[in-house]
């Protein structure tokens, strides 16, 4: 994924280029800017500058076809319906079982949803959708260790497997020197490289 000249807001992003199967990490105060920089190349928020994944561009495609390829798993999931099943319309998804669910877990009421349940789910939802890139808002942010040991190596592995390039916001730098290949941070309007070791 490549972005050219992006600006959002007041934060100059500059040049970006996540290459396929790599983890690019943002880092950064609350209130910085990363969410919409996410939602920015997800074609949510307003910005300039151009946004491409390999030959398709932002500006040149209907937001749902770009979104669909071009999945981002917000930091608090929506959701619209009343069970679990019926945000899986093929049924129950594989990695199911990795991130400690069964497939019972298809017929569960949404309300009765932890908050690290629902984060877990939202990333099985999103990559149910066979995107070519993921924007990921603090996937982990909810979990405890073990399940963040889980979701961490269960994502690697479909990123490497995939070859999906990812903008991963983290805040924790263990983190961040466990999952990313490159690591930027918003320093007031800008972002600076950070060495990921």
């Not at 319906?81 to 669910?101: I, K, N, R, S």
């Not at 320093?187 to 600076?192: Q, W």
């Amino acid at each position: 994924m490549v972005a050219d000249a992006l600006r959002v807001g007041d934060l100059s992003a500059g040049d970006l280029c996540i290459a396929p199967g790599r983890i690019l990490a943002l880092s950064g105060p609350s209130g910085s800017g990363k969410s919409r920089l996410l939602r920015a190349l997800a074609d949510l928020d307003p910005h300039e500058g151009t946004v491409a994944l390999g030959d398709m561009r932002q500006g040149a495609v209907p937001g749902h076809r770009w979104r669909q390829a071009v999945m981002m798993v917000p930091a608090d999931s929506q959701w619209w319906a009343d069970t679990v099943g019926e945000h899986f319309p093929d049924g129950a998804p594989d990695g199911l079982d990795t991130l400690g669910f069964d497939t019972a877990t298809m017929d569960w009421q949404v309300s009765r949803l932890s908050s690290g349940e629902r984060q877990r789910l939202a990333l099985l939802r999103a990559v149910a959708h066979q995107p070519r890139a993921l924007l990921l808002d603090e996937p982990t942010a909810n979990l405890d260790a073990e399940a963040t040991a889980r979701v961490e190596a269960w994502l690697g592995d479909l990123i490497a497997r995939h070859h999906w390039p990812v903008l991963w916001v983290a805040h924790d730098p263990a983190q961040i020197r466990r999952v990313a290949d490159q690591h930027l941070r918003i320093a007031g309007k800008r972002l600076e490289d950070v060495p990921c070791s």
